[in-house]
Every structure is written in C-alpha cells, then in structure tokens.
Nanobody
Framework: QVQLVESGGGLVQAGGSLRLSCAAS????????MGWYRQVPGKSRESVAQ???????NYADSVKGRFTISRDKAKNTVYLQMNSLKPEDTAVYYC??????????WGQGTQVTVSS
C-alpha cells in the first residue's frame, strides 16, 4: 500500500508560480508511475501530468509549456512546478500513484486558487 501526502497549494495571482510536492510512503518502491490530477466542483477529475519510472512524461495540452513534473526517487517525492498560472488552473490538485500491481493510490488533495 502506498500513502501519498501533497503540499504546496495556495493562492496566487495570474501569471504567478507554485510548486506542488507529493511525498510517497509505504510500498513506494513498487510505484511505476506518479502523476497529478485536478478537479473543480461539478466536473470530473482530469489528468494534468504523469511521470514514469524511466523518466518519460505526459502533459495535458492545457498545461504544456507551463507545468513541469519531476521526481526525486531518493526522496520518493514527485513535484509539479506550475508557471504562468491562469484562473482556469484553479482546482483541487491530487497526487496519484500506480504500482506494479496496478493498484492506484490517491493523496488527499491540495487547493490551488489563481486570482485574476
């Protein structure tokens, strides 16, 4: 079982930056891919970015060129650097991990609010 704890959310003005962190514990050695998702009230959760064990990354079109996902394997931590933030980036951001057994784990979520 993998436990995930996010941090780094907050309130920022449009054009600003935030960095989210997600620390994994438990069976972190079995993680195959980690990622970030976001959700706004009334909408389904959407994928933002993923990073795979080999270092490959995927991004949603809406964040390409602005967000960067990275991973520190020694610390079992994944980061999401968010630059040039827009009001439409406002959401609760969730960390996600999928292990080699395809078990999915979620963090508790962290609020990101971008004011115009």
């Amino acid at each position: 079982q993998v436990q995930l704890v996010e941090s780094g959310g907050g309130l920022v003005q449009a054009g600003g930056s935030l960095r989210l962190s997600c620390a994994a514990s438990g069976s972190a050695f079995s993680i195959n891919v980690m990622g970030w998702y976001r959700q706004v009230p009334g909408k389904s959760r959407e994928s933002v970015a993923q990073i795979f064990t080999g270092g490959n990354t995927n991004y949603a079109d809406s964040v390409k060129g602005r967000f960067t996902i990275s991973r520190d394997k020694a610390k079992n931590t994944v980061y999401l650097q968010m630059n040039s933030l827009k009001p439409e980036d406002t959401a609760v951001y969730y960390c996600n991990a999928v292990d080699i057994y395809r078990i999915v784990s979620w963090g508790q979520g962290t609020q990101v609010t971008v004011s115009s």
